[in-house]
């Protein structure tokens, strides 16, 4: 499942989108969890008994806010999240 | 075997006995739908399913399981799991059409977009968590400024054939701009539609996230109202939505479903 966590409002789209599908096996323990500096991500059990990663329910409507940091205006640097997810389970809209 | 599915969403509670027989066809046996007030959400869907088994002659031990789901599904304390909202709604949806690839579902509080894989699963899903102008409360705190029933906002949305575009994204500001129409003598109307064409065209691109086969279903209480219906066929750019019989009942008839066939 692509499961697309965040919001639209008047200043842009703001979506992270996890393919749990790429998510069940992870091959690098769930890098993703300490690779988010803000620690954005947790593990959940999903509808279908996998354990898949999640965008914490506190995060979801702060997207545009919480990502800003390794999101500079210039010289914007690999998004760690997605450095740490090798098997590129993980995009952002924006 | 008797298995219950319990829908505790932001506005109402509801509740889906069916009954599957050893094919694993399921039937519905009942449906029933509480607006929960002053109670608690553990209450509310005490309440409700109480009331439901009563309706039929059932009493708790009757039921072989019971699954939940909805925005406030951890209330739930006597059921057996608890399932996202997208599972229970690409599962029920599978009851009516089969053939459904795209479910959009539009409750109170959040509208939705589901892709499923024609097997009852959702294989993407794409949601707004941080508004309701997206949803049916938006549509219903319109009706109210311009002092009609939720029925009559519906059908005087369909007498228009203006295109007004409303620019506020919140609800709090979307009211402003109805006032303001209001104001310039706009005629209801046409401010009906303005509105509904807005949530149409926010749920639209919510829904575009996931993207739009055909068949598209229309889940949640927002399918009562014909001009909202109107509105999201013209944002998707589709002439049908398949429209389901008690579509506020699809998310807790899934469960019911996911429940039997754990059962099964």
Not at chain 2, 27 to 42: E, W
Not at chain 2, 221 to 247: Q, R, W, Y
Request: aromatic fraction near 6%.
């Amino acid at each position: 499942m692509i499961a697309n966590y965040g919001y639209k409002d008047g200043s842009g789209e703001y979506y992270i989108s996890i393919d749990t599908d790429k998510c069940i096996d992870c091959p690098v323990g769930r890098a993703c969890l300490t690779g988010c500096p803000k620690g954005m991500f947790e593990t959940m059990t999903d509808d279908y008994d996998d354990e898949v990663v999640q965008i914490k329910q506190s995060f979801r409507r702060n997207l545009a806010y919480d990502c800003a940091d390794c999101k500079p205006s210039s010289n914007r640097p690999p998004l760690p999240c997605v450095v740490a997810c090798t098997p590129a389970a993980i995009k952002h809209s924006w | 075997m008797i298995t219950a599915g319990i829908d505790m969403g932001s506005r109402t509670v509801k509740v889906v006995l069916i009954d599957t027989e050893a094919s694993g066809a399921p039937s519905v046996k009942k449906t029933h739908l509480i607006f929960p007030g002053d109670l608690d959400g553990d209450a509310a869907a005490e309440k409700a399913y109480d009331e439901a088994l009563s309706a039929v002659g059932l009493k708790r031990d009757d039921v072989s399981s019971v699954y939940a789901t909805g925005a406030g599904r951890v209330m739930v304390n006597f059921a057996k799991e608890k399932v996202t909202e997208m599972s229970a709604g690409a599962k029920g949806v599978s009851y009516f059409y089969p053939n459904a690839r795209t479910i959009v579902d539009v409750g109170a509080e959040e509208g939705r977009g589901i892709k499923t894989d024609g097997t009852g699963k959702a294989v993407d899903f794409a949601g707004n968590e941080k508004c309701a102008a997206g949803a049916g409360s938006f549509a219903e705190a319109m009706s109210r400024a311009l002092q009609l029933t939720l029925k009559e906002f519906g059908e005087a949305s369909l007498r228009s054939d203006k295109t007004i575009p409303m620019n506020a994204q919140c609800t709090v500001f979307a009211e402003s701009e109805v006032v303001s129409l209001i104001h310039s003598s706009t005629p209801k109307e046409d401010i009906a539609k303005a509105v509904l064409d807005a949530v149409a065209s926010r749920v639209c691109a919510m829904v575009r996230r996931v993207g739009i086969d055909k068949d598209v279903v229309l889940i949640g209480g927002m399918v009562h109202n014909p001009g909202f219906v109107s509105s999201l066929k013209t944002a998707m750019d589709i002439d049908e939505v398949k429209l389901p019989d008690i579509p506020e009942f699809v998310a807790a008839l899934g469960c019911a479903m996911l429940a039997a066939e754990a059962k099964h």
